[in-house]
Structures are given as structure tokens and as C-alpha cells.
């Protein structure tokens, strides 16, 4: 089994100490692994495809939180809204619509995250700042009582200039205390989003206070 449970063990001290939430990412990961981990007391994890997700949530312990991280379509929501706990990578009013939908028929609400698109790259998803805004002012978005609001995503470039991935954490951080600002009903930004394997450290010194780490506890993915 490649589940380095030192690793796991160091980065849940250090992260503990300083308030920041460990979501161990078990993407394409056996239940064993993700077994291991919930026995030393994780229970955050995260998954990136629907499919899978919802494969792997039945044989596993009730009390996991699932997160789910990856790019979603609005046709899948429903499958996972029934026990998903945080859905991070929201980046239309389309799909937030259809999740305030979906929660509806569940009568249950429904957290998410607005990723926003920080990166150079172009097929990385996400709201722009302007896009950001209109979620914002949407006249309905009061109305949508089956979703909560509670946070930022982001992720950066894929790069090895730390100088590159920094500013854009900084900026993702500035527009999380701007609009952390403006609570409504529905929305109410205290979950930062930010940080992988390989840039947790920079982010959490930018504000991060959620991290998503895979390949490091749970080794390479092949
Ligand atoms: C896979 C993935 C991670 C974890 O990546 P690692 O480099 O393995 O830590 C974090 N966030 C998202 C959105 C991912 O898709």
C-alpha cells in the first residue's frame, strides 16, 4: 500500500495548529487507501469524478466529509447531492442553479465553493473577477434557499516560479476579503480554498485555509 501515513501524520499536525481544513484528495485511489487514512482519524476527502465518487461512497464509513473537487456538470448533480458535503469547483450560474435545484428536491442545503480562474493556463475553469461580481448582484440568487455559499477555489498555475503561483494566490486572497464582505442570506465567504502537494505551503502563507492534497499521502497517480 502506498499510503505514507508519516506524511499524513506531520501535515495533520501542521495543519491543525494553524486552522487549515486537510482534504486528502483519493482520486483514482482504492477504498483501502482512503480506509487507512479514516482509521488514523481523516475525514476529509476528495474526489474528482462523478462516477467514481459515487462507486466508492457506499463502502465507505458514513461519516466521511466528501468533497467534490473536480469540474462538474450539471447533469451529474444529482447523483451526488444527496451525501455530497462541499462541492468546490462551482464556475457557472447554470450549475449553481441546478445544485440549488437538486438540494431543493432533498430538502437539504447544499455548501459550495465559486472557483475562480487564477492561472495562465486557459483550460483551467473558473469565474473571472467580473463573472464574480454577477453572481453577486443576481436578482434570484437570494432565492436559491438550497445552497450555501461559504467560500473560494482556486487553483494556480502549473509552474515552478513560486513568485508566479504567490501572486496569483495573493489576488484570489484579495478578492476573498472583499467579498467576504458582502454576506447575504445565502452567501458568506469563510473558506479558502487553495493549495495542492506541491504549493499547500505558499498558499497557507496567502491565506489558505483549506488545502487539497493528493499524490503526497497517497503517492504518485499513475
Ligand atoms: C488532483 C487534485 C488535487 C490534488 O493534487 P495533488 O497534486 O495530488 O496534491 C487538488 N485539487 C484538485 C482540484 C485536483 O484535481
Known amino acids: 500500500m502506498a499510503v505514507n ?4 501524520q506531520q501535515l495533520h499536525d501542521t495543519l491543525q495548529a494553524k486552522q487549515v481544513t486537510l482534504v486528502a484528495v483519493s482520486k483514482t485511489k482504492p477504498v483501502e487507501d482512503i480506509l487507512a487514512l479514516y482509521e488514523l482519524g481523516q475525514r476529509d ?11 466508492k461512497q457506499p463502502q465507505l464509513p458514513g461519516d466521511i466529509r466528501w468533497h467534490f473537487i473536480g469540474h462538474l456538470q450539471s447533469n451529474k448533480v444529482k447523483y451526488i447531492a444527496p451525501f455530497v458535503h462541499l462541492i468546490h469547483g462551482v464556475d457557472s450560474l447554470k450549475l449553481l442553479k441546478e445544485i440549488n435545484k437538486q438540494g431543493a428536491k432533498l430538502n437539504r442545503v447544499i455548501p459550495v465553493l465559486l472557483q475562480v480562474h ?11 473577477e467580473a463573472e464574480l461580481q454577477e453572481v453577486f448582484d443576481h436578482p434570484e440568487i437570494a432565492d436559491w434557499k438550497h445552497i450555501q455559499v461559504r467560500g473560494l477555489m482556486g487553483m494556480a498555475s502549473f509552474t515552478d516560479h513560486e513568485d508566479i503561483i504567490v501572486k496569483e494566490f495573493q489576488y484570489l486572497k484579495g478578492l476573498f476579503d472583499r467579498y467576504a464582505q458582502q454576506k ?24 489558505s485555509n483549506m488545502v487539497r492534497i493528493g499524490s503526497l499521502l497517497f503517492g504518485a497517480r499513475s
Open 5 to 8: 501515513t508519516a506524511a499524513y
Open 184 to 207: 447575504t442570506t445565502n452567501i458568506t465567504l469563510e473558506i479558502l480554498s487553495l493549495g495542492m502537494s506541491s504549493d499547500y505551503q505558499p498558499a497557507i502563507a496567502n491565506g
Open 118 to 128: 487564477i492561472a495562465q493556463e486557459e483550460t483551467k475553469f473558473g469565474f473571472s
Open 45 to 55: 476527502f476528495g474526489e474528482n469524478y462523478v462516477q467514481e465518487l459515487v462507486d
